[in-house]
């Protein structure tokens, strides 16, 4: 009888020592939290992107005006306060569909349906525009710390990244590894890729083209930004904003599809904790408070 009392005493213990672990473990289980804190009012036409510039707290809205593929030439870039004000609606004009874009020193690059576009930080004028011949849909566009500027170009049977370096904007990267390539965030020595071809992030070393598999996000992959914590938040364009880390599953931080409202290539000012994300056919760009 002694032997079975202690038998149970010894069962209850280790069940009640579970417990406790669980409790522990799931009060400290890592939480994101995400905080609605302003929305542009009417004036966007269908805004794809979102730039943050840190010298001049300036934040760039690239807008289609037209459908994706449109080359209408009323797309435009517009200026924005980082509490949602329209300082410049049409900062800069003459665009076919504008997409992603990226600043480097005094000049602002942005993607226009088979070209790259190089404005004037300053007055907003095009100085240059560089075609790339055989390209279908250029989208995300970064920049390294040497000035090369690289481009995705997500159609899925032309699927590349292309470069300008030089003044020469030609295919840098494309091979089986790579379908349907969208957002882009340079890390160093690395390219980081959403591949929306098979819902991965991949990473590919500038030195070499090496590329790795770094997390599976495992649908569409439009905006792609670090959260400064080694992860990477994500937006899919049909309305799913995630945080992704090779470690643990997705984490869904929202998901606006149901209401038709789109998440398109979304912009994250680390030191502000700022997530900024245009909606696209809605007309708008939502700012939140992302803690993670």
Same mark, same amino acid.
């Given at each position: ?15 009640? *020592? ?6 522990? &473990?799931? &009060? ?14 009417? #004036?966007?036409?269908?805004?794809? &992107? ?17 459908k994706p593929t449109e080359k209408n030439?009323? #797309? ?15 900062? +800069? ?9 990226? %600043? ?5 690059? =942005?993607?226009? /349906? ?6 004037? @930080?300053?007055?907003?004028?095009? $100085? +240059? *525009? ?20 690289? =481009?995705?170009?997500?159609?899925? !049977?032309?699927? +590349? %990244?292309?470069? @300008? ?25 690395? $390219?980081?890729?959403?591949?929306? #071809?098979? #819902? ?5 070393? /500038? ?13 569409? %992959? ?11 938040? =994500? ?8 945080? =992704? ?6 984490? $869904?931080? *929202? ?8 998440? +398109? ?25 992302? !803690?993670?």
């Amino acid at each position: 009888m002694k032997g079975f009392v202690y038998i149970l005493l010894l069962v209850v213990c280790v069940l009640t *020592m579970s417990g406790l672990s669980q409790a522990v &473990s799931e &009060s400290t289980e890592k939480k994101e939290t995400l905080v609605r804190m302003w929305e542009t009012k009417p #004036g966007l036409l269908v805004p794809e &992107s979102v730039l943050y510039h840190k010298e001049s707290q300036i934040l760039f809205v690239s807008n289609i005006n037209g459908k994706p593929t449109e080359k209408n030439g009323e #797309g435009f870039i517009s200026r924005l306060s980082l509490d949602g004000k329209i300082l410049d609606l049409k900062w +800069a004009v003459g665009l076919n569909a504008p997409k992603g874009s990226v %600043i480097y020193k005094n000049r602002f690059y =942005v993607s226009d /349906i088979d070209r790259l576009a190089e404005i004037d @930080l300053e007055t907003g004028q095009v $100085l +240059a *525009m560089y075609p790339a011949p055989g390209s279908a849909f250029l989208n995300d566009v970064t920049a390294d710390n040497m000035g090369n500027i690289y =481009v995705s170009d997500m159609d899925e !049977k032309a699927s +590349a %990244i292309w470069r @300008l370096s030089g003044g020469k904007f030609d295919v840098w990267f494309n091979g089986p590894e790579i379908r349907s390539p969208n957002g882009l965030y340079m890390e160093e020595n690395k $390219l980081m890729v959403g591949n929306s #071809g098979d #819902g991965k992030i991949k990473s590919i070393r /500038i030195s070499d083209k090496a590329i790795v598999d770094f997390a599976t996000v495992g649908s569409g %992959i439009d905006g792609l930004r670090p959260d400064g914590k080694g992860n990477y938040i =994500v937006s899919d364009w049909q309305g799913k904003t995630s945080v =992704v880390s090779p470690e643990r599953k997705p984490v $869904l931080l *929202m998901d606006t599809s149901a209401s038709q409202i789109n998440s +398109a290539d979304l912009e994250y000012v680390v030191e502000k904790q700022l997530l900024l994300i245009p909606t696209f056919f809605h007309n708008t760009v939502v700012a939140y408070q992302f !803690k993670s």
